[in-house]
């Protein structure tokens, strides 16, 4: 052991070992192939800089973008009945439902909170497509009942994000009860003579797509968003013929009269704050308008 083992040779090895880079700080664009860098993607919205394309973002991203300062409090929910049906296929239900639960953070695949966009206050839901692909629940159910009744309570309109591959396959036909209960729901909003917006985001499908994600006021969509009940895929094998091209895509619904609004995820927020301003019957949002200023008493200037 001498000089140049002990201190050159380590010295040498670590200029030129291949360091670790964690796995998490990029990631590649679906549409493009584009490397994004994870925080240039967050603040971007999860919207691909290269191409526009909208990649998923959860509730809580979603809802710390819309409200005034990211700043929102949550709607409790009602606990519905754990795996009613005993459910099991590969896994049980209960381990999917804590996988999923591990992997979001997430309680369940609605999230609901109450705040303010533009002054304007607002009751929101949005499904999480990473929690069993946004499936439509007993939960999901619940949650949004929970949403459409403290909007009737506070006299708020209501905004859903909708994304979901469906009903839940777990819970059986108690996942498709849940189909008449969230129009009803609905109903109870139309009575009261409050706004209810539907946002449909990538991919909006099945039961979802059947019940409240198309009974909206208003009916926008994100950019290229998927929206049916049935995939095209499943279409083309039955009737066994080419499907025109962006057959179900947010555009062509544009276009054959579907949807009113096709709207950037970066544009999203002000356009919601113009459409709930002139649904309610207040004056346009001021742009660049102070925050609300602190409730107590003012402190002497001299």
């Keep these: 052991m001498n000089w140049i083992t002990n201190y050159v040779r380590p010295k040498i090895n670590s200029l030129f070992s291949r360091r670790e880079v964690p796995e998490n700080l990029w990631t590649k664009c679906p549409e493009c192939g584009t490397m994004l860098f994870h925080r240039e993607l967050e603040a ?49 239900y209960p381990e999917r439902l804590k996988a999923a639960q591990k992997s979001t953070g997430e309680k369940e695949a609605m999230l609901v909170a109450e705040g303010e966009i533009g002054r304007t206050p607002i009751v929101a839901a949005a499904q999480d497509f990473a929690f069993i692909g946004g499936s439509l629940s007993m939960y999901v159910g619940n949650a949004f009942i929970a949403g459409a009744q403290r909007a009737v309570e506070m006299k708020r309109p209501f905004v859903v994000f909708s994304a979901a591959g469906g009903a839940r396959m777990q819970e059986g036909i108690l996942a498709l009860m849940q189909m008449p209960r969230t129009t009803v729901a609905i109903q109870m909003l139309k009575e009261a003579g409050l706004p209810y917006i539907v946002v449909l985001t990538h991919p909006t499908t099945g039961g979802v797509t059947a019940s409240y994600a198309m009974l909206g006021d208003v009916q926008i969509a994100e950019p290229n968003a998927l929206i049916c009940f049935a995939g095209p895929r499943v279409i083309e094998q039955t009737i066994r013929e080419k499907l025109p091209e962006g057959f179900q895509r947010a555009e062509y619904l544009l276009d054959h009269g579907m949807l009113d609004r096709v709207t950037h995820r970066k544009d999203m927020r002000e356009e919601l704050i113009t459409i709930l301003r002139m649904l309610t019957s207040q004056p346009p949002a001021i742009r660049g308008d102070l925050s609300a200023p602190l409730a107590g008493p003012v402190a002497d200037p001299s």
Excluded: T, W, Y
């Excluded at 971007?44 to 700043?71: E, K, Q, T, W, Y």
């Excluded at 949550?74 to 049906?85: G, H, M, Q, S, T």
């Design 44 to 92: 971007n919205l999860n919207v691909c800089s290269n191409c526009d394309h909208h990649m998923a973002i959860s509730p809580r991203d979603r809802f710390g973008a819309l409200f005034d300062g990211g700043i929102f409090v949550e709607v409790k929910v009602p606990e519905p009945i754990a795996d009613p049906l005993h459910f099991r296929d590969q896994k049980k």
